[in-house]
């Protein structure tokens, strides 16, 4: 033990944990997500594949989600797993065994959708305790008769009992997120006036059925407090329910989360644990091993929630931005894990898996990697060996850096900005979004460990890169200016965010032409002068509605966070022009023409490539990346730094 180590408080996070017989090698808990590399209810070997390398970066327990346990939540593409069906049991048995092989307590969460379609179109009608409309479905459930609620019982028996049959070592109900044994426990949503009148009545008679049929083997039970009036669920309900659960039909742990459908992931403006102040509540309330989940990310917070009296502390999208992020815990390597941004892009699109905005080593089925082609500006050749120069400091160009270092390339960074992280730190700027600094933060950290020259402020002449045998472009867009002529002052979303606190105060009233496309830009200039203190924000669209862009978690949470917000949105209208009061408006379809008072425009415009012309006489290679090839998001940039690395990247002689 050297005396670092001495002076170093062992992390709880780190320790074994027993549960229901198993021993977890330590506190942290992969908990249940889904890749959607499901085909026809069976999962794939991509899947397996996916979950064996998250086990091995030595998660404790590693909980599977989208595990279905009857035909009613059964989606058109079938990407959830069929857990009821023992004909899935050999590609579940795959599952579990790659997880078990990774040395991490295997547990399937098995789930019935009740009431929510999850946005698809189904083949049955939903479900629930009571005909009471789910405020994200446009029509209310079908009522489950006593006799169909004693064979939801069943199928969960059945579809546990598979589970364990293909190796599992044991099962999680899902009884959160308003899905059906979350809408049998809300006292809104549970009107019946049969035996499961009583809230717990289902939920404990699924337990009975499953102990019966498996034994001591772990049952653990997810809940959630959830927001609303409309849930009738929150933390005092589960402060009820819980001990009467346990005293019912006693289970081996529970496992608390917050949110519904669409909250339940929390996008950036989430930026602590939302139960970390009730850990000692719930842990008052339950008397067995207590999981708490939901935006934990740091070593300081899950130690704390772990301090307040957790025993386990769960997440997910950190493992898939990261599959070594408990390894890396353990080990008290924090700077060295690969952030979860909380963007809500490529885990949350399933395009045609799930994916990862900053982890370019997660590919679709058949991929080792997230498919990505750097543009080679100069023609084929075999490269020079020798040391590379990357020119940008943005995303790409930092991942670049980092991939080329790790193999012993000696790489050198350029960038004519005063700091690194491009187009990523701006956006990082507005309000609700600074999620963006995490990778910015982590690549430059990444670089500054690995010994990596970074040249800022500095645009490289010619001369400056005569030494460099291979060149990478990594230069980033450019917003350009909407013309709009007029005497209104108005700047471009990018000029905005570097500015909007000193601007607002002086301009209050502040319009934000959008381009039609819903996405960030014009969603952070709203927020950021909101967050100013603009006494009035128009957000003007040619296109048919607001954030249309975004995906369902971040726009519904948007919508939540700008209620009673100074906000109006224009839609299907454009701005022809200013004046020094306010603003010309003309309507896309028909030409009305109308004035808003405003005293500041803000415009989004395209984002054109930035390429310098680098073309060495000598032949050198020259490739480009990321928003210089054509302006994408952030997983182009990242996934493209990777590859630029892997193509020049032969080691230096």
């Not at 002052?489 to 496309?517: I, K, N, Q």
Request: charged share 20%; with cysteine; aromatic share 4%.
């Amino acid at each position: 033990m050297t005396e670092h180590d001495a002076l170093t408080p062992a992390l709880t996070l780190a320790q074994p944990f027993t549960l229901g017989g198993h021993t977890l090698r330590n506190r942290l808990v992969a908990t249940a997500h889904a890749t959607a590399a499901v085909a026809d209810g069976a999962p794939t070997d991509a899947d397996a594949a996916y979950w064996r390398r998250l086990a091995q970066g030595g998660a404790g327990m590693v909980i599977t989600g989208g595990t279905a346990v009857a035909a009613e939540s059964t989606l058109p593409q079938r990407y959830l797993t069929e857990a009821w069906r023992p004909e899935t049991k050999d590609a579940v048995r795959r599952r579990a065994e790659a997880i078990t092989e990774g040395g991490a307590v295997a547990i399937a969460q098995l789930v019935h959708l009740g009431r929510e379609t999850l946005g698809a179109g189904t083949y049955y009608a939903p479900v629930s305790a009571a005909a009471v409309r789910s405020p994200r479905e446009a029509s209310a459930p079908h009522p489950l008769s006593t006799e169909e609620v004693r064979h939801v019982v069943d199928a969960f028996r059945i579809s546990a009992a598979n589970s364990v049959q293909a190796g599992f070592h044991g099962v999680e109900l899902h009884a959160g997120h308003g899905y059906l044994l979350a809408q049998f426990l809300s006292r809104v949503n549970n009107t019946r006036t049969d035996e499961y009148g009583d809230r717990i009545t289902l939920l404990a008679q699924v337990i009975d059925a499953i102990r019966g049929e498996i034994g001591e083997l772990p049952i653990g039970v997810r809940v959630s407090a959830e927001p609303g009036d409309d849930s009738g669920l929150g933390l005092e309900d589960l402060a009820e329910l819980l001990p009467r659960l346990c005293a019912a039909s006693p289970f081996t742990y529970v496992n608390v989360t917050t949110g519904v459908r669409n909250t339940y992931v929390p996008g950036m403006a989430t930026t602590r644990p939302p139960l970390l102040e009730s850990v000692a509540r719930l842990r008052a309330a339950v008397p067995l091993p207590l999981l708490v989940s939901q935006g934990f990310r740091s070593v300081a917070d899950i130690e704390g929630a772990l301090r307040a009296g957790a025993d386990l502390v769960g997440m997910a999208r950190p493992f898939i931005a990261d599959p070594d992020f408990a390894r890396k815990l353990v080990a008290g390597d924090e700077r060295s894990v690969r952030p979860c941004t909380g963007c809500n892009e490529g885990c949350r699109t399933f395009e045609p898996t799930g994916s990862c905005s900053v982890n370019p080593e997660l590919g679709p089925p058949g991929a080792e990697f997230r498919p990505a082609v750097p543009l080679r500006l100069t023609p084929w050749q075999v490269d020079r060996p020798g040391p590379v120069a990357v020119i940008g400091a943005g995303p790409a160009g930092m991942e670049c850096a980092m991939t080329l270092a790790r193999t012993g390339v000696e790489v050198v960074v350029f960038d004519t900005a005063p700091e690194v992280g491009g187009q990523a730190r701006i956006a990082a700027r507005a309000a609700h979004r600074s999620g963006w600094q995490k990778i910015v933060d982590h690549q430059r950290d990444q670089l500054t460990d690995l010994g990596v020259r970074v040249l800022l402020g500095t645009t490289p002449t010619s001369a400056d890169l005569t030494r460099f045998s291979r060149i990478v472009l990594a230069t980033g867009a450019r917003e350009a200016s909407v013309p709009v002529p007029g005497e209104l002052p108005t700047l471009t979303s990018t000029d905005f965010l570097h500015r909007y606190a000193d601007l607002v105060p002086d301009a209050p009233r502040v319009a934000v032409l959008d381009d039609g496309f819903g996405w960030w830009q014009g969603i952070s200039a709203v927020e950021s002068a909101l967050a100013a203190g603009a006494r009035e924000v128009t957000l003007i669209t040619p296109g048919h509605g607001f954030a249309t862009g975004l995906s369902p978690e971040n726009r519904t949470q948007l919508m939540n966070r700008l209620t009673g917000a100074p906000l109006r949105v224009v839609v299907m209208n454009t701005v022809t022009a200013t004046t020094a009061d306010g603003l010309r408006l003309r309507h896309v379809m028909d030409g009305h023409e109308s004035i808003l008072a405003a005293d500041l425009l803000v415009t989004v415009g395209e984002r054109l490539p930035h390429r310098p012309d680098i073309t060495p006489a000598d032949g050198r290679s020259v490739h480009a990346v990321g928003d210089c090839v054509v302006p994408r998001r952030i997983a182009h940039a990242i996934a493209e730094g990777r590859a630029a690395a892997d193509a020049v990247g032969t080691k230096s002689l």
